[in-house]
């Protein structure tokens, strides 16, 4: 890894306006880092170095000048294509940019490329992309997670020290823990989502990759927000989040879930009961809480977020944008042009969405599974009484192989178990680096906090990062 | 347990064209599906009703720019006149 990527984000301006770094370190960084292994990994689904050049020659003076940030293909900017990953947007080309885009814009940063994901978001590997899959850089066998693959990719190959993704079930964080990095999901409503191509609204949450917890906060800070153009976006105020890492933990307690530790099994349970009683040994107050419908929770995610994607994926209808196959009849415009232009992934997920939607299912699927969201909030917040923080593993399992759960929806979704519950609450989270496995593979743990408690939350992030490290 | 049938008619609400290969993956996969989510049905129903959504700021109600009728042209498949084109809706079948 080149030396760039142990300078902090924080530090890079002031190095450049030192004179010890050129602004344009980073971007020639980058493109060596591409050139070193783009072509095994695929984290980008567009990559133009001359657009590239341009955006960075006619960037910010601000406080990321020269930051370079891989942008996961369905976070929409004018200058480019936005795919999400599918054939049903060939040719797509936004009217405008996502306010988050725009808010690193205006700090300085310039959008290095458009990464790789599962389509639409869709999948814990970043197989199910129309345009291939991104492979892990630690171990290019193996999977980088999804569904924000090459976001997580390119900052863990040294492609970018930063990049955004989306989590609506785990998008972020899992790719974040299988590639070795700090992954952030926010609490719903403190980043704008628009200009994100909506999946599940009522969970989708715009993130951050980082390589340490400080740089995460310092993006959380200038992406974080009311937008008038987003107006599920939070009124909160926006607290320096990176001056936050300073004050530490002392007197925060943190809970262990009863139910997330059963569900543990071999290696697994005995690396993460060791990283407890490290945090235990280094001062952490922690208790075990339950919250009872935590082994529910991909069950409870399956039916909304897919009811809910069923709905906003019917704009692809081959008519205003996109992909428009010939047809005789509107009827079967749409039926051909959805059904040549959404890969088998997302038939799936819009199949199982409709069926909890329809008539005579609607409340034996889709309310039920409302009434048990409810009913995790609510647990969850109990838990979040006693407890400041919230400790699982980020994933089950570390970085599975590539093709391994791929003709095995159930299995690929049940890799998302621990990530699901914060975004069916509404809550943020941080997955944070603990230590390799045996096979020398990343393992990840995730803190949960109250909604809006990002500031405590980094900095609890921050001094776990420190005792872990 | 869901049927062909029934994955006929999702599809066609879904305005999704299945092939025959994919009906049969489709009705494999979504019983599987189904029937691990049937877990809920085990749920204490005692659990309360469903949450309203949160309060969202809105804006004032006062009127601004959207897209100008060049842009969106740029990136329907047919446009003309100011309109979407589109086949004819009724007849064929």
């Known amino acids: 890894m080149h030396e760039l990527a142990a300078v902090p984000l924080a530090q890079f301006r002031e190095r450049i306006v030192a004179g010890s770094l050129a602004p344009e370190a980073w971007l020639e960084a980058s493109f060596a880092a591409i050139d070193a292994s783009e072509s095994e990994v695929y984290a980008f689904i567009e990559l133009d170095r001359a657009a590239a050049r341009r955006r960075f020659a006619a960037s910010a003076r601000g406080p990321l000048h020269g930051v370079p940030v891989a942008v996961k293909d369905n976070i929409v900017h004018r200058d480019g294509a936005t795919t999400c990953g599918s054939r049903i947007l060939e040719g797509f080309r936004s009217p405008y940019e996502a306010t988050a885009l725009r808010r690193l814009e205006t700090a300085g940063a310039f959008i290095l490329g458009k990464t790789n994901l599962d389509e639409f978001a869709m999948g814990s590997s970043t197989e199910h992309s129309a345009f291939g899959p991104t492979r892990n850089p630690l171990d290019p066998e193996r999977v980088p997670g999804g569904s924000s693959g090459g976001s997580a990719a390119a900052v863990a190959a040294g492609m970018a020290p930063v990049a955004l993704g989306s989590d609506t079930g785990g998008s972020v964080r899992q790719p974040a823990a299988f590639c070795g990095l700090v992954g952030l999901k926010p609490t719903w409503g403190r980043v704008s989502r628009r200009g994100l191509v909506a999946f599940a609204s009522s969970l989708d949450q715009i993130g951050v990759f980082a390589r340490r917890v400080a740089d995460a906060a310092v993006i959380l800070g200038v992406i974080a927000g009311h937008d008038p153009n987003d107006s599920t976006s939070s009124l909160e ?88 196959a010939g ?26 969405g409709t069926f909890a939607l329809s008539a005579g299912y609607l409340e034996a699927y889709y309310g039920r599974a409302q009434r048990a969201r409810a009913t995790m909030r609510r647990e969850i917040a109990a838990a979040l009484e006693r407890v400041d923080f919230l400790l699982t593993p980020t994933t089950p399992s570390t970085a599975f192989r590539l ?67 | 347990m869901i049927t062909p049938d029934q994955i006929r008619r999702i599809a066609s609400l879904a305005k999704l064209e299945l092939g025959p290969e994919e009906l049969e993956s489709m009705t494999r996969e979504l019983a599987r599906v189904l029937d691990y989510v049937d877990q809920l049905a085990g749920l204490d129903p005692g659990t ?19 897209l100008d009728p060049a842009t969106v042209e740029a990136n329907a498949p047919a446009f003309a006149h100011g309109h979407f084109v589109v086949p004819r809706v009724f007849g064929g079948e």
């Open chain 2, 48 to 66: 309360a009703a469903e949450e309203p959504a949160p309060a969202t700021p809105l804006r004032d109600d006062v009127i601004s720019r959207s």
């Open chain 1, 403 to 469: 093709g391994e759960k791929i003709d095995d929806p159930l299995a690929m979704y049940l890799t998302d178990v621990f990530t699901v519950p914060a975004n069916l609450a509404g809550i943020p989270a941080l997955a944070i680096p603990a230590g390799r496995s045996e096979e020398g593979l990343p393992l990840s743990l995730q803190i949960m906090a109250r909604p809006f408690a990002e500031e405590e939350m980094l900095a609890a992030g921050g001094w776990v990062e420190g005792v872990l490290g």
């Open chain 1, 327 to 352: 047809a005789e009849t509107l009827e079967q415009l749409w039926l051909a042009s959805r059904g040549e232009g959404l890969g088998p992934e997302v038939k799936r997920r819009i199949m199982l």
């Open chain 1, 237 to 324: 105020p926006v607290p320096d989040y990176a001056a936050a890492l300073a004050s530490g933990v002392g007197g925060k307690r943190f809970g262990i879930i009863a139910e997330a530790l059963e569900l543990l099994e071999g290696e697994a349970r005995r690396r993460f009961e060791e990283t407890i009683a490290t945090l235990r040994g280094a001062g952490a107050e922690i208790e075990t809480v339950t919250v009872a419908t935590l082994p529910h929770a991909v069950a409870i995610y399956s039916i909304l977020a897919n009811a809910e994607a069923s709905a906003n994926l019917a704009r692809f209808d081959g008519i205003r944008y996109g992909r428009c």
